[in-house]
């Protein structure tokens, strides 16, 4: 089955961290990007971070970058998010998007 599935969510305290998982199957993973997006609740959909197939470094929108790091391993065909020093305004739902498909997402909520 051709799909991405997010795990990891939850509910942390200010600046706090968390790790998300992206399983991606059905697809051969090592030829594809993968990025993160985010939606917060009466907000529109906004790329966190991408990670290119191969050459090429990640890629941060500028409210997480120093804090949020994208990897992905190719044997486990994963694609991670770790998140430091969460904050408020990261709650949102996460969710992971390659090719064509996008996850059911994972809720973060960041509240003390």
């Known amino acids: 089955q051709v799909q991405v599935v997010e795990s990891g969510g939850g509910l942390v305290q200010p600046g706090g961290s968390l790790r998300l998982s992206c399983a991606a199957s059905g697809f051969t993973f090592s030829l594809h990007g993968f990025s993160w997006y985010r939606q917060a609740p009466g907000k529109e959909r906004e790329l966190v971070a991408v990670i290119p197939s191969a050459i090429g470094s990640p890629n941060y929108a500028d409210s997480v970058k120093g804090r949020f790091t994208i990897s992905r391993d190719n044997a486990k065909n994963m694609v991670y998010l770790q998140m430091n020093s969460l904050k408020p305004e990261d709650t949102a739902v996460y969710y992971c998007?390659?090719?064509?498909?996008w996850g059911q997402g994972t809720q973060v909520t960041v509240s003390s």
């Open positions: 998007h390659a090719l064509y498909l």
